[in-house]
């Protein structure tokens, strides 16, 4: 059985756009930050991770995107989410992901923040 | 609405409705338990937001059970309720989820914060945290026996 997350990347420009699919647990969440870092190092600045098809995220995958979140600020880059569901929103808000990243409602609104950002 | 009035009487003739499920401990056992919330919650017509805290709160139990618990019969036991407190009062989703393991002490688990986890710190430690802001209600008991959590919500 296999329910791990499916990750598609997108580069657009110096943004790199992540949809995911499924339940975000310890490899969903280690899928994301290989796919991550290997984008940062190919010099994306911000990282957009679209979230709509997912509906849960476990803490310890959370624990994983605020490594992936730290990584980014490090390298003054901008992390942004958008489409979360309200649980996985106030689940970010409880562990402090929304103090240090932006949310957007939409991947509309979160390319254009990201983009008035750069 | 039919289907709400069939529940009414249901629930008002014989108190809680209960189902019991057994996991494994074994990785992505706990998304298969959620498949019951689902469930229960859809029968009281729970928002389906609502669902989707109770699945979260139920995932991180099992986790720490899984984790921490070292279980002596290597599984996890599920009871999900339906029910109402009074006559008139809102319907409940109750999930119980016990574990025959070494049990903790749950007074003396160091509360994380954001600033604690930022700081290049512990990143773990929040399944008990996200329960308590998740559910209504929440009951801890502990012991050399195991652990047991009841958590509660209300639809």
Known sequence: MNESCKILVERRGDVAVFWTDGYINNQGGEEIARQAYAQLETGARALVLNLEKTRIVNSIGISILIEVLEKVMDRKGVLAFCALTPTIDKTFRIMGLAQYAAIYPTQEEALRAVAAAG | ?155
């Open chain 2, 1 to 155: 609405m039919a289907r709400r009035e069939t529940l009414r009487s249901g629930l008002e003739g014989s108190g809680a409705r209960e189902v019991s499920l057994t996991i494994p401990v074994a990785s992505d056992m706990e998304i298969v338990a959620t498949a019951q919330v689902a469930a229960m919650g859809e029968y009281i017509q729970m928002p389906h937001d609502k669902i989707d805290e109770v699945k979260l709160a139920l995932v991180e139990a099992c986790i720490n059970a899984f984790e921490h618990a070292h279980t002596r019969d290597d599984r996890v036991h599920l009871t999900f309720r339906v029910g109402r407190d009074e006559e008139d009062g809102p319907d409940y989703l109750e999930v119980e989820v016990f574990d025959q393991g070494k049990g903790f002490d749950h007074s003396i688990v160091e509360v994380p914060t954001p600033e604690k986890t930022f700081s290049g710190g512990k990143k773990r430690g929040w399944g008990l945290q996200i329960i308590r802001s998740l559910m209504d209600s929440v009951a801890i008991t502990s012991g050399e026996w195991g652990t047991r959590i009841l958590m509660r919500k209300y639809k």
